[in-house]
Structure formats: C-alpha cells, structure tokens
C-alpha cells in the first residue's frame, strides 16, 4: 500500500478535488469493493484516457445510425397548426418507402423552455442516407409546401446530427402515459471519451425501472453536445428512481467523476405527441 500511495503523490493525482473525494473515502470504507472484486484503486485506472489514432466517434458510436435531432420554438399561438403540420410530415415521409429514414420519437416540452418541440429521426446507412433523402425530400412538392407552411409557426429552429452511444440500452418505443426527460449536457472539448468511459460504468445504477431511453453525442450542430433521454411513469416516479440511484455504490463516483467535465448543462421534460412512435 506505501508503493501505491507513492505512486499517486509523484504522480500529482491527489491535486484533482474528485481525487482526493474518492481516495478519502475509499480508504474510510471497510471493504472498499463496491463492484465483487474490484478495489478502489482498479477504479481509479479505468478512469485512464490513453492516447488513440481512433476517432472518438468510432470508439462511442456506431456510424451507421445518424439521428436527426430537431428542436423548435414554436409561436404560442399557433401550437395546434404546427403539430398538425409535423404530423402530415411524418405521414409523407413514412409512406416514401425508398427513404432509410424514421421518425423515432416526438415531443412537447412540459417543463423547461416552453412552447418548444423535439423531434428525433433516425436514418440507417449512415451519411450517405441522409444526402439521399435530402435530396429526394428536396425535389418532393408536398414536403416543400409542409415545410415552407411551418415556417409561419416558428420563431425559431435549430438541428443537429447525433450518434447513439453504444453503451445505452438498444432504443425501444414506449407504450402506455409516460413522460421524458433531456438531460443535455455541454462538455470541454476533449472530454467526450472520458464521459463516455464513466457512463459506460455508472448506467447500470440506472437500469432498475428501465428508465433509459436514449443516450446520444453531436456531429454536427452544436459540437461537444451529450443528450442522455430518461422515460418516466410520471414526474414522482422520476423523483423515487433518481433517489433510488443514489443509495447504489458506485454511482455517486460516476457523478463525481463527470461532473468537473461538464460547462453547461439543463433538463427539460418531454410529453410525447399525439403521433409520436415511443409514447
């Protein structure tokens, strides 16, 4: 143990504030196995960023699946028409059997920014799916009209393109009353494979009611985005089971660790639509 604790003061690791958290009160428990067999120090070197060649994208996602995450502001007068507008659309592009191309989900925010919609499309074959069905979609008359009419219903509008983490659960429609919540999160750069590394750990505290949804990160759009969707049963369901987690060893290092990655995050609850696929 005195070679251990050597090793960590050359190597500086006791300046890190989460650092010195988990090794203070790692040392404090009895058994200091919080997973069968492993110690406090093997979790400490699972926490390693090494040095890749490798994308981080290729480490974390499978490219084959872009999603396609629309967010909307929508004018508070004119909810009605704008959801009727997005519903003829998902319509359309449903019945263009050529298109590799799906509506995933589709929400109102409840709670958060109001007046605002998401909606999540997911297209198989990666890039080259989404040029072909921009550009179909692009010379297709009724998809034009829908959208140059939707327009009217905005005030504002933003997309980006996203890739599932392939540590989450395989995303499953949703049946019965459910609610969602979007938990996004703005990482410092460089940061990705290490968030990715923790959460790979710390999802299996979360995993009691089913609860994960969706875990995604950016391509294009607003870069270092993560968006991690839960689903609920109601909002004091989603209250006992965040509390729940906290009495698992284990996750209270995984918040430990991710949150000194974080520069910017926020939540919103999701209600899904009336022609939303996961409900």
Known sequence: MAAVWTMIRSSGALKSPCLKHVTSRSLSTTSC?????????????????????????????????IYELQTHNIRPDSTDKYLKNCKENAGLIAARSELNCELVASWTVNVGDLDQALHLWRYTGGFNSVDKTKLILGKDESFLKLQKERGNYLRSRHLQFLLAFNFWPTIESRKGSNIYEIRSYSLKPGTMIEWGNNWARGLKFRRNN??????????????????HIWCYESLHQRKETRESAWRN?????????????????????????EFSPTQ
């Open 33 to 65: 196995n919080h997973d069968n067999n492993e110690g406090w120090f093997s979790k400490l070197l699972v926490r390693r960023i090494e040095p890749t060649k490798e994308p981080h994208s290729r480490m974390l996602a499978d490219k084959e699946e």
């Open 249 to 273: 060893p284990g996750w209270d290092e995984c918040v430990a660790y991710t949150v000194p990655l974080i520069r910017e995050m926020h939540s919103r609850i999701l209600v899904p639509t």
């Open 210 to 227: 089913n609860e994960a949804y969706a875990g995604f990160m950016s391509q294009v759009g607003r870069l270092n985005n993560v968006h």
